[in-house]
């Protein structure tokens, strides 16, 4: 089993998509996906309605998700860490304990050579169209994402 990890600041916004979006793009039983945030503002709380709505427009569930934060056994349990933007990266690099934790995370959009900003957009404070923005902006790179993972580990 190969275990992917998308990391936000919520756990309700960002993460909760990027982790839906791939997972409807590999072998459930070949690939585990998770999402968590690195602030505890939001623990158990289900993904903002907008993630909920914008997901559920391009055909994918996110609504049995619940926020988590990230915790340090979380570099134990996953072969990829993915950020959605550099402050969520240097949070998650804070909590590593050694050379191996640093090297298997990484900024989420570095899968995707086609843009050059690295930032997922947080759209937290935005309306229905941020959301949709950052959707495809994790669409995309999760296509990208899903066909790497399957020429390297399937
Ligand atoms: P996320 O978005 O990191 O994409 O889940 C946010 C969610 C909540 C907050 C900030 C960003 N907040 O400040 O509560």
Do not use: Q, R, W
């Given at each position: 089993m190969t275990r992917i990890l998308m990391v936000c600041l919520?756990?309700?916004?960002r993460s909760p998509l990027a982790h839906g979006i791939l997972k409807s793009k590999l072998p459930i039983d070949r690939f585990y996906i998770d999402s968590a945030g690195?602030?505890?503002?939001?623990?158990g709380n289900l993904p903002d309605s907008r993630s909920i709505k914008v997901a559920k427009t391009h055909?994918?569930?996110?609504?049995d998700q619940s926020a988590r934060q990230f915790k340090v056994s979380d570099f134990d349990t996953f072969n990829y860490i993915y950020a959605m933007d550099a402050s969520n990266y240097n949070n998650i690099i804070s909590l590593a304990r050694n050379n191996k934790d640093i090297g298997?995370?990484?900024?989420?959009?570095?899968?995707?050579?086609?843009?050059?900003?690295?930032n997922v957009p947080d759209?937290?404070?935005?309306d229905m169209s941020d959301f949709e923005h950052v959707f495809n902006i994790l669409k995309s790179t999760s296509q990208l994402l899903s066909e790497k993972l399957i020429r390297n580990h399937l």
């Open positions: 919520g756990n309700i916004c690195t602030a505890a503002y939001h623990i055909g994918i569930d996110i609504s298997n995370v990484k900024l989420f959009l570095e899968e995707n050579a086609s843009i050059s900003n690295k759209p937290y404070y935005g």
